[in-house]
C-alpha cells in the first residue's frame, strides 16, 4: 500500500501532468527514511521539546551547538528567530498532538502536525512549514483539510483550530472557511496515485 507523508501528498497534488507523475515515481523508489538525512529534523524536535518541557523558546538556541553541518549552521538560525518572532508574548500551553492516517483507495498519508498549542487560550493544532519558498495558499487548504477531516476528532479539545506555521516568515495561517468538495477533489487524487503506482 503506498504511503506519504503529508508533505509528499501536497506536493504531488500541486503538481500536474507529467510533474505529477515524475513526483510520484520519486516518492516510490527514495530510500527508506533515515533521520541522518531528514534536514529539518533536528529543529523541528527542539520546538516540539521546548514547549512539552516548558523550557522556554531560549532553550531552542541549544540545537545550534555542535552543529557541523554547513548547510544547518546556515538554514537553522533564521528559522529559530522567526519562531520566535512569531510566538513573541503569546501566552502558550502544550497539549499532545494526535499522530492519525488518511487512507482511500489503498493510499495512506500520515497526518502528523507537530504541535499541539494553546495560544492566548485557545487550541491549535500546528504543521510546520521550513522551506524557504513562501507557502502557497493551496497547500495551506489541502493540509489544514485533511487535519481537520482526521485529527480533529482526536483533538483534546473539540475547537481546536487547524493551523500550518510558515516558520521563517513567522506566518501562522488558519482557514476559516471550509472548501467545498475538497475531499473528493483530494480523493480523486488519491484514485490516481493508486491507478499509477504499479505502473512506475
Not at 485529527?151 to 487547524?162: G, I, K, S, V
Request: positive net charge.
Amino acid at each position: 500500500m503506498p504511503q506519504f507523508s503529508l508533505t509528499e501528498f501536497v506536493d504531488i497534488v500541486s503538481k500536474s501532468g507529467t510533474p505529477k507523475a515524475t513526483k510520484i515515481r520519486q516518492i516510490k523508489h527514495r530510500p527508506e527514511y533515515s533521520p541522518a538525512t531528514d534536514f529539518y529534523r533536528l529543529i523541528r524536535e527542539g520546538l516540539i521539546e521546548a514547549h512539552q518541557l516548558g523550557q522556554g523558546l531560549n532553550s531552542v538556541d541549544r540545537v545550534l551547538t555542535g552543529l557541523t553541518d554547513l548547510k544547518k549552521k546556515t538554514a537553522y538560525p533564521p528559522i529559530i528567530n522567526g519562531y520566535k518572532k512569531w510566538l513573541g508574548r503569546k501566552s502558550t500551553s502544550w497539549f499532545e498532538p494526535p499522530n492519525e492516517a488518511y487512507t482511500k483507495g489503498n493510499v495512506t498519508i500520515l497526518i502528523n502536525p507537530e504541535l499541539g498549542l494553546e495560544v492566548n487560550g485557545k487550541p491549535h493544532l500546528i504543521k510546520l512549514y521550513f522551506k524557504r519558498e513562501p507557502l502557497a495558499k493551496n497547500k495551506v487548504d489541502i493540509i489544514t483539510h485533511l487535519m481537520a477531516i482526521t485529527a480533529l476528532e482526536h483533538c483534546l479539545y473539540p475547537h481546536t483550530t487547524m493551523s500550518v506555521l510558515d516558520v521563517r516568515r513567522s506566518k501562522l495561517f488558519s482557514p476559516t472557511v471550509p472548501i467545498a468538495g475538497l475531499t473528493d477533489i483530494l480523493n480523486a487524487e488519491l484514485a490516481y496515485i493508486a491507478s499509477l503506482w504499479p505502473r512506475i
